[in-house]
């Protein structure tokens, strides 16, 4: 059965999708997401740069033997998705994307129907129990062997510490799982505040930036061991090819890493 969306309320997945080239977002959505490019011209071109920072971490991932990935907050699927890249390495690859989204979650189930290593469930990700426990979830990942969880673009719209949730899901994790994130940050560039209040006021009450520095976001990964080159700028993170000289990896205004749980 699907999820009613509400279409007159934009929403952070569906503003995601719109910068990423998509074609499921709505007029709400493109609204807010010409004001985001008002207060931060080059958004797009960093959303961009975070998707393929998610793309090159699976494969990384996929290259270590990581064959089940939770992906949190995983909005709705684009060319180049979890499940594409992990599956072209490795056909046995199991994904479970997570989302609050209604139209990500709708979207998800029907581009996923026939995929059995693949599950979609509509969930809120600060409450981990009800993920964890979810019966479809449970029957396509294994905890008892390694898990690589993935919050990529998502921690920034929690106003309340994600370590304690982070840690939850550690908990439940088995050695040699993973850990990929990416978190918005002020460190390098004061416009985005700018683009923070922005995104604020055109959520209302549906979602809400809190920016956080370096040392906040390094400390999302205690407990796992972060693998080189450690928790760097979107384009520093294993590259495909060089960084342009004339592009500063500071403009891009977000950490990123992935670590391992010993």
């Known amino acids: 059965m699907d999820l009613a969306p509400d279409l007159d309320t934009p929403s952070p997945a569906r503003v995601y999708d719109y910068f990423l080239g998509g ?3 709505f007029a709400s959505d ?40 939770l992906d949190l907050g995983s909005g709705i699927p684009t060319v180049g998705n979890v499940h594409e890249v992990a599956g072209q ?8 994307y997570v989302d609050i989204d209604p ?16 599950v979609v469930v509509h969930a ?46 550690r908990d ?3 050695p040699g799982s993973y850990l990929t994130l990416s978190h918005a940050s002020s460190d390098e560039r004061s416009d985005a505040l700018a683009l923070r209040d922005t995104y604020n006021k055109g959520y209302a009450n549906t979602a809400r930036m809190t ?8 400390r999302l990964f205690t407990g796992f061991t972060l693998i080189s080159p450690g928790l760097v700028q979107l384009p520093e993170w294993r590259p495909d090819w060089p ?3 004339d592009e500063d990896p500071r403009r891009f205004a977000t950490y990123c890493g992935v670590g391992q749980l010993e």
């Open 23 to 25: 074609s499921h977002n």
């Open 30 to 69: 493109r609204a807010l997401a010409a004001r985001m490019e008002q207060a931060m011209p080059d958004i797009g071109h960093i959303m961009r740069a975070n998707r393929a920072f998610l793309r090159r971490a699976v494969r990384t991932l996929v290259e270590a033997g990581v064959r089940q990935f």
């Open 89 to 96: 390495l490795a056909p046995d690859a199991a994904v479970a």
């Open 103 to 118: 139209v990500a979650v709708n979207h998800s189930r029907r581009l996923l129907a026939d995929d059995p290593r693949a």
């Open 124 to 169: 809120d990700l600060t409450q981990p129990d009800t993920v964890l426990g979810n019966p479809a979830l449970r029957d396509l990942v294994d905890f008892e062997r390694p898990v690589a969880v993935l919050l990529v673009g998502v921690l920034h719209q929690l106003t309340t510490d994600p370590a304690p949730i982070i840690a939850h899901y």
């Open 172 to 174: 439940r994790l088995a």
């Open 211 to 218: 920016l956080r520095g370096r040392p906040e976001i390094e």
């Open 243 to 245: 960084v342009e000289p």
